[in-house]
């Protein structure tokens, strides 16, 4: 007589190796999306400096950028005002420590240069010890140094 179908051991052991996976797979995933990110957060302020420098030369504005450590946002202001384009603010997730910086961390001119109170902002992270050092120029440049 011919048997049909699975033993409950070998259900058992496939269910076991499944599960296995998916707990190797489910931790990666975390590990994964906490990097990723870090260093959105990081290229989100290195592309706002970029963008700030550009709106202040266009629009001949002088623009400010500010972090506030209680909404862990970074924020570029005009006038005194907060400009609500998303393109000008950047967020900081509870994973990364960005430190104590001066307010306000930059100065554009309506010509496009930058003055920095400091440089280069310093971010790291709590969760996986990587460091990065985001440094501009005057002119707008922006590099990225550390783990990417």
């Not at 049909?4 to 296995?20: N, P, R």
């Not at 030369?57 to 950028?65: D, E, G, K, M, W």
């Not at 005009?78 to 307010?103: E, F, N, Q, R, Y």
């Amino acid at each position: 007589m011919r048997r049909q179908g699975f033993t409950l051991i070998e259900l058992l052991v496939v269910v076991g190796i499944i599960t296995i996976m998916l707990l190797l797979g489910g931790w990666r995933y975390q590990a994964l999306s906490t990097s990723q990110a870090e260093n959105r957060a990081v290229n989100d302020y290195a592309l706002l400096v970029k963008t700030a420098v550009s709106q202040a030369a266009s629009h001949r504005q002088v623009y400010t950028i500010n972090y506030n450590p209680t909404t862990r946002v970074f924020q570029t202001y005009t006038s005194g005002a907060p400009i609500t384009d998303d393109a000008l603010k950047s967020s900081v997730p509870a994973t990364v420590s960005v430190g104590t910086l001066p307010s306000p961390l930059a100065t554009i001119t309506a010509g496009g240069r930058v003055t920095f109170n400091q440089n280069p902002v310093v971010f790291s992270s709590t969760e996986t010890a990587r460091t990065w050092t985001v440094s501009a120029t005057g002119i707008g440049d922006v590099k990225i140094q550390g783990d990417q």
